[in-house]
């Protein structure tokens, strides 16, 4: 059974910081591109970061880039999310995905900038 599961969203200031991780299980994770999505309210889910099947290209979102940082570890099975300098317009849900030919994603978690 395919299992996504996104952890470390909550409440941050403008300016702070948070670690997304989302914990893969049921598929071969290291054959799999990963990425972080996220959707604010009445908008488009749109893509935040991806990162290769061997970790090695990343790509990310004009709106994030030099803020945010997109890590896997094979070995764990997880990918991370680092997001600093969190501003009020990242406030949205963040979904966790997996694609090789099917789309897999995580049931997502809250993510809150605001003083």
């Known amino acids: 059974q ?18 997304l991780s989302c914990a893969a299980s049921g598929f071969t994770f290291s054959h799999y591109r990963m990425s972080w999505y996220r959707q ?7 893509l935040v970061a991806t ?4 970790g090695g290209r990343t790509y990310y979102a004009d709106s994030v880039k030099g803020r945010f940082t997109i890590s896997r570890d094979n070995v764990k099975n997880t990918v991370y ?11 949205a849900v963040y979904y966790c995905n997996a694609y090789q030919s099917v789309n897999y994603w995580g049931q ?3 993510v809150t900038v605001s003083s």
């Open 2 to 19: 395919v299992q996504l599961v996104e952890s470390g969203g909550g409440l941050v200031q403008p300016g702070g910081s948070l670690r």
């Open 108 to 110: 997502g978690t809250q």
């Open 81 to 91: 999310l680092q997001m600093n300098s969190l501003k009020p317009e990242d406030t």
């Open 51 to 54: 990162i290769a099947s061997a």
């Open 40 to 46: 604010a309210p009445a908008k488009e889910r749109e």
